[in-house]
T-cell receptor, first 112, second 108 residues
Framework: DSGVTQTPKHLITATGQRVTLRCSPR?????VYWYQQSLDQGLQFLIQ???????AKGNILERFSAQQFPDLHSELNLSSLELGDSALYFC???????????FGQGTRLTVV | KNEVEQSPQNLTAQEGEFITINCSYS?????LHWLQQHPGGGIVSLFM???GKKKHGRLIATINIQEKHSSLHITASHPRDSAVYIC??????????FGTGTRLQVFP
């Protein structure tokens, strides 16, 4: 158990809908990272937050947004969902920015 | 060309064999991570390296910063080592860039 909790574990939704994925980092970790893993793209970095502020941005679509709250949990919002958004979404946390990252178990999103 | 290249893509081994997975990268990095992804999808961080060598049990990771190359070695491989091993580099802008992974199957 990495100490990083992601909910829900599985999510099935229809195209055009909006979903929110939640991540609770390990106690005390200030950095939260979001990744997408699809069958054809492999693991892709989406976005990083550090102590509530956006720190780095990767290949995140404009339809996607994220935030980190004062209690350090983070949410990834995916809107206007398309079939191609079906993927595993991972959250990871670390105490600071350049340290070992601990991964959650992922949320499997299926868009139908 | 991908910024992080792993080889081989697929690897099969007999139990007990010594295994090496290679990772080459073309960008400036502050650290390199080796990750293990099990068939169920869960990801475990194995190592984070910025120089030299680290060992944890039967796993050894090395990095050569000048040559922009890292290797992950598994000694005395076991079927429970079967997983996808992913190399990821942390760029100077703090983004993680992933390799495509090496799928390892170890047979008894």
């Amino acid at each position: 158990d990495s100490g990083v909790t992601q909910t829900p574990k599985h999510l099935i939704t229809a195209t055009g809908q909006r979903v929110t994925l939640r991540c609770s980092p390990r106690s005390g970790d200030l950095s939260v990272y979001w990744y997408q893993q699809s069958l054809d793209q492999g693991l892709q970095f989406l976005i990083q937050y550090y102590n509530g502020e956006e720190r780095a941005k990767g290949n995140i679509l404009e339809r996607f947004s994220a935030q980190q709250f004062p209690d350090l949990h983070s949410e990834l919002n995916l809107s206007s969902l398309e079939l191609g958004d079906s993927a595993l979404y991972f959250c990871a946390s670390s105490p600071r920015t350049v340290t070992e990252a601990f991964f959650g178990q992922g949320t499997r999103l299926t868009v139908v | 060309k991908n910024e992080v290249e792993q080889s081989p893509q697929n690897l099969t081994a007999q139990e007990g064999e010594f295994i090496t997975i290679n990772c080459s990268y073309s960008v400036g990095i502050s650290a390199l991570h080796w990750l293990q992804q099990h068939p169920g999808g869960g990801i475990v961080s194995l190592f984070m390296l910025s120089s030299g060598k680290k060992k944890h049990g039967r796993l050894i990771a090395t990095i050569n910063i000048q040559e922009k190359h890292s290797s992950l070695h598994i000694t005395a491989s076991h079927p429970r080592d079967s997983a996808v091993y992913i190399c990821a580099v942390r760029s100077s802008t703090d983004k993680l860039i992933f390799g495509t992974g090496t799928r390892l199957q170890v047979f008894p």
